[in-house]
């Protein structure tokens, strides 16, 4: 059971460049969501799905995209890489609305130079 | 809107001692969950904790409880008998099931360093 896995680990890009982080998790939750982590501000809210076909903002929206065709994956879009972007990115998923908690993937180190 | 509030940006222990990690949060509503996370420097967040906010008793794992005061909005960690494996950013964080999403509030972390 492999849980929440996000590819790539690290990532350097350039300032303009678009790519994709992506997400699987094969536990058949329903409740998806990405998080940046930035020093001293803990984990903020990009983008969340609450089922395939369904996705609303979070805190800090502006800059990425997502989308959920399937109950398995979440890829979080960056659509022209800013340096204000470098940040560790986290997905996560849960069942039952998330009263048990999120299962995090091992998040994605960016950096945008 | 919730917010979540840690005002210990680091802390250290004596490794086979207890420490606590405070954690106040602010909202309105009253059915509400609270989580403890441990980011160790692996990176990887794993849940250490959890609370249900209707439920009076403090949860406990193991080593690790939660003094859950309601009326004063506060939910700190207690960790017995610290080890050398405990030292990592630790995260509080909110949920609340009436909201679109059950969306995870975190507070800004604590790092606890556990000292041989």
């Known amino acids: 059971n492999a849980g929440v896995t996000q590819t790539p680990k690290f990532q350097v890009l350039k300032t303009g460049q678009s790519m994709t982080l992506q997400c699987a998790q094969d536990?058949?939750?329903?409740?998806m969501s990405w998080y940046r982590q930035d020093p001293g501000m803990g984990l903020r809210l990009i983008h969340y799905?609450?089922?395939?076909?369904?996705?609303d903002q979070g805190e800090v929206p502006n800059g990425y995209n997502v989308s959920r065709s399937t109950t398995e994956d979440f890829p979080l879009r960056l659509l022209s890489a800013a340096p204000s972007q470098t940040s560790v990115y986290f997905c996560?998923?849960?069942?039952?609305?998330?009263?048990?908690?999120?299962?995090f993937g091992s998040g994605t180190r960016l950096t945008v130079v | 809107a919730q917010t979540v509030t840690q005002s210990q940006p680091e802390m250290s222990v004596q490794e086979a001692e207890t420490v606590t990690l405070s954690c106040t949060y602010d909202?309105?509503?009253?059915?509400?969950?609270l989580f403890w996370y441990k980011q160790p420097p692996s990176r990887q967040m794993i849940l250490v904790i959890r609370?249900?906010?209707?439920?009076?008793q403090n949860a406990t794992e193991n080593r690790f409880s939660v003094n859950f005061q309601k009326a004063a909005k506060s939910f700190s960690l207690k960790i017995s008998d610290s080890q050398l494996g405990d030292t990592a950013m630790y995260f509080c964080?909110?949920?609340?099931?009436?909201?679109?999403?059950?969306?995870?509030?975190f507070g800004a972390g604590t790092i606890l360093r556990v000292k041989s």
């Open positions: 996560a998923s849960s069942r039952l609305r998330g009263v048990y908690g999120y299962t």
């Open positions: 536990m058949n939750h329903e409740y």
């Open positions: 609370q249900e906010a209707y439920k009076q």
């Open positions: 964080a909110f949920m609340s099931p009436r909201e679109y999403g059950n969306k995870l509030v």
């Open positions: 909202t309105s509503e009253s059915n509400y969950y």
């Open positions: 799905s609450v089922g395939a076909g369904i996705t």
